[in-house]
């Protein structure tokens, strides 16, 4: 488990170009692929342990969220992107999701903090995560990895590099990870919470001369999950009376279960994804100091979940997605010679998207009873007397299906300069142009028995006709910098950006009365002003990074889940005006060898500025909208703190012995939009801890490890269903204690 090097820079790419992490003026952290491998950092979550002002939600490929500095907790939305943008080898991916599988072979993970709108470009308003994987070499290599650990968990992964001519190298990456259910159904007595995941990833490499080289990668991936299975939060500690009667009615148990070990759903928990994607990038230098990139990619995901919808043990209903999301990104870049102490780069894009949802529930023949609370026996008799008890239990055995298929086009023309004023002295300026269109259609066609598959004609009504909806927007991103080096090792910046998310659309049908202009979003703009200094000194042995910002949010995208013609949905809304300010602190020390420290605090106040017309907590009692102005944003705690170390020591033999361990804390936060105190998370730590011995030429190493070995129970995120489980949430848990071994090998 080696310890970066005394005397390594860090190498970063957060201007299109490589720079020592110390030279450059953001806010930004690198994370080295050797330091996740070490530590077992396969998944997106697990930035959350090593980045300030971070937090990353990953319930399935669907519902996924990052919230950089409170902004971005916006997870499952198919009709517009997250406010923090996800980028692989340089291509941004359309949803987050795409990026919650297993990060193997990672060169690097960066985390820019910030909008990053005029290099990053599309939908960066709150940072951006740019991922890049190892490069084929032209040298023989590879590795192999094998954990198990408790719950079955079973992970396996290997890569091997090597030339396949003088010109030409490749490198093939495999994984597959397992693991048991962590949640028990009282239902059924099965564990749900399942893992599965498989992939793999083949690259080449074409080098022909020290001036041109193509890199072309293609991947696949496929999860399976029972990630749906869901824990309910009652209100106050009681079953609300409208609860107790729909329980009543159709005899069923609801587990509460406040430390989300257990469940009375009965199924079906099924969520899954599969992708494909491939991409090519060229690079070639020319004439004195210019370089042209082309970067072109398409990558299909596909998605498709059932998940039982109220949480009891009744038959009731279950619902969910089916998605196909397919994207072409193209991008064309000239970064071009310094000329008069100023260097320039310059580029063109273009980003399409074609997504195709199928949002669907299925209602099985206790619907009626629950949603009514009447009991089986007496529905035929109040049927009779009610067309509107008689509409419902029409209900029973139907299949409910709402598509849409959003299209995205965007188009953008950007350029950045830097201006070197002085030897310490530097100053950059950059514009980004974005033009976006992006339209689609919702129709729902008549309900289906799902006994028969014919439609049901007592739902005829329920039908709707397409409703179509499109939003054009054009803006401009912007970047002005400056930084100084006061002294040798350290540097103080400060800048103002400004970064634009487009506008999106509901994908679901607008409330009855309202046409298509009702689905659109309106676009989220983003100003941030930030001052900052980095230092390091004694050969990189000590390096600290502080920052002070404030962000300016207008139109603040974020999702709601409301009862919209009889079907619990997930709406896009505009949460009007909102800000974020605070401060961010990040140290590393190497006191001697052998020993590595690295740690970071954050302040985040993070509130809603102008939220009028907000969405109520469950506590609140006939009121349909509720002001939110001047609360917190959901899913920002206010502090972020996290320490992390080895400590290697020889131990004879040709062997070294090591240990570690990983602390991450983040105080209370409110985890749902409408910032119900029955949906405060956080104010917990997390600890991994690991104990190891690799041989000196890193061959081979075998370590044991825990992850949350103090087994702290947290909710991740919640959602208020509305009607069909009044007065109270449903949550989503992390993972409890874990342990095992992980055994590598390298050549």
């Not at 950089?68 to 907790?73: A, E, L, S």
């Not at 309900?447 to 007592?458: D, F, H, K, R």
């Not at 009889?566 to 709406?571: D, I, M, S, W």
Request: with cysteine; charged share 15%; net charge neutral.
């Amino acid at each position: 488990m080696p310890a970066p090097e005394q005397g390594d820079d860090i190498l970063v790419t957060a201007r299109k170009v490589k720079e020592k992490l110390s030279d450059v003026p953001v806010a930004i952290t690198a994370i080295g692929g050797e330091q996740l491998r070490a530590n077992d950092h396969i998944r997106l979550e697990d930035l959350n342990q090593l980045v300030p002002s971070t937090n990353v939600v990953v319930t399935n490929g669907h519902q996924t969220s990052i919230s950089i500095r409170g902004i971005g907790n916006n997870p499952g939305s198919d009709g517009l992107e997250n406010s923090a943008g996800v980028f692989m080898d340089g291509v941004y991916l359309g949803r987050p999701g795409m990026a919650a599988s297993d990060l193997i072979d990672i060169k690097q993970v960066e985390v820019l903090r910030g909008p990053q709108g005029t290099l990053f470009g599309k939908n960066t308003t709150a940072g951006a995560v740019n991922i890049t994987t190892e490069l084929p070499d032209f040298k023989w290599g590879g590795q192999a990895r094998l954990s198990y650990g408790n719950y079955n968990y079973q992970q396996y992964q290997g890569s091997v590099t090597g030339p396949i001519s003088d010109t030409l190298a490749f490198r093939a990456t495999a994984y597959r990870t397992t693991r048991d259910g962590t949640l028990y159904d009282t239902t059924t007595g099965h564990k749900e919470n399942t893992l599965g995941r498989a992939g793999g990833r083949l690259q080449l490499l074409y080098k022909p001369s020290s001036d041109l080289s193509v890199r072309l990668i293609g991947e696949y991936a496929s999860e399976q999950q029972s990630s749906g299975a869901v824990s309910v939060i009652p209100s106050m500690g009681i079953t609300p009376a409208a609860i107790q009667a729909k329980l009543a009615a159709t005899g069923a148990k609801l587990t509460i279960d406040p430390t989300g070990q257990s469940s009375a759903a009965g199924g079906p928990f099924s969520t899954g994804t599969r992708q494909a994607a491939t991409s090519a990038e060229v690079n070639w230098s020319f004439g004195n100091g210019f370089t042209l990139t082309s970067l072109s990619a398409f990558r299909y995901w596909q998605y498709n979940s059932a998940s039982d919808t109220e949480g009891s043990s009744a038959d009731v209903m279950y619902g969910g997605y089916h998605i196909h999301d397919k994207q072409i990104t193209q991008e064309v870049r000239l970064a071009m010679p310094r000329v008069a102490n100023i260097d320039t780069v310059v580029g063109l894009y273009y980003f399409r998207q074609q997504v195709h949802t199928d949002q669907y529930t299925s209602y099985g023949p206790e619907a009626a009873a629950w949603l009514t609370g009447i009991s089986d026996a007496l529905l035929p008799i109040y049927a009779k007397l009610s067309p509107s008890v008689a509409g419902v239990l029409a209900y029973n055995n139907t299949q409910w299906d709402t598509f849409a298929n959003p299209l995205t086009n965007s188009y953008a023309a950007f350029g950045q300069a830097n201006w070197h004023v002085t030897p310490r002295w530097n100053i950059t300026a950059g514009v980004r142009v974005t033009h976006e269109t992006r339209s689609e259609d919702v129709f729902r066609p008549n309900p289906v028995s799902t006994t028969t598959g014919q439609a049901v004609s007592a739902l005829a009504s329920a039908a709707a006709a397409p409703v179509h909806a499109a939003i054009s927007d054009t803006a401009p991103s912007f970047l002005f910098s400056t930084d100084y080096r006061p002294a040798p090792g350290l540097m103080v910046y400060g800048q103002i950006s400004r970064g634009q998310k487009a506008g999106g659309l509901n994908t679901t049908l607008p409330p009855t009365g309202l046409g298509g202009s009702s689905l659109e979003v309106l676009p989220e703009t983003a100003t941030n002003y930030e001052i900052g200094l980095k230092g390091e000194w004694f050969k990189h042995r000590l390096t600290f990074n502080l920052d002070v910002f404030r962000t300016d949010i207008r139109n603040y995208q974020a999702n709601v889940l409301e009862t919209v013609n009889n079907q619990t949905v997930q709406l896009l809304t505009n949460a009007g005006g909102a800000r974020t300010q605070g401060v961010e602190a990040e140290a590393t020390a190497r006191p001697f060898d052998g020993l590595s420290l690295r740690g970071f605090v954050a302040y985040n106040d993070a509130k809603y500025r102008s939220y009028v017309n907000g969405p109520c907590p469950v506590e609140v009692i006939n009121q349909s909208t509720c002001d939110l102005s001047g609360k917190p944003i959901a899913g920002a705690p206010q502090w972020t703190a996290g320490v992390n170390g080895t400590y290697e020591h020889k131990v004879g033999h040709g062997l070294v012995g090591y240990v570690s361990g990983e602390y991450a804390w983040r105080s209370s936060y409110f985890a749902s939009l409408d910032d119900s105190v029955l949906t405060r998370a956080g104010d917990y730590g997390l600890l991994n801890l690991r104990v190891g011995v690799h041989t000196a030429d890193q061959r081979w190493d075998l370590s044991f490890w825990g992850r949350n070995v103090t087994n702290v129970h947290y909710a991740t995120n919640y959602f208020n269903y509305g009607t069909l489980l009044p007065g109270t949430y449903v949550a989503f848990f992390g993972d409890p204690a874990t342990y095992g071994a992980t055994l590598r090998f390298s050549f």
